[in-house]
């Protein structure tokens, strides 16, 4: 409802989520998304719910520092 409430374009969105689970429609509505886990996953590890379904098929991204995430994307955005 709030994407056809607000026109938004699914293939020009992003959804940014704490849970895999939160993703599986946005991922079926066209949106990319990224799940964003708890900052230093890579090197500690984490309660089960915090890692759950980040290698899920709905999951584009999986991120642990949402700053540097989105700096890469406008990086590879504004490169030559």
Do not use: C, Q
């Not at 895999?20 to 990319?32: D, K």
């Not at 886990?37 to 520092?65: C, I, K, N, S």
């Amino acid at each position: 409802r709030f994407v056809a409430r607000y026109g938004i374009d699914p293939a020009r969105s992003a959804m940014f989520e704490d849970l895999s689970r939160n993703l599986e429609v946005p991922h079926r509505l066209g949106m990319r998304t990224v799940l964003v886990v708890p900052e230093g996953t890579r090197e500690v590890l984490r309660e089960d719910w915090e890692m759950e379904g980040r290698d899920a098929p709905h999951v584009d991204f999986v991120t642990d520092d949402l700053v540097r995430f989105l700096e890469g994307l406008i990086a590879e955005k504004t490169a030559p």
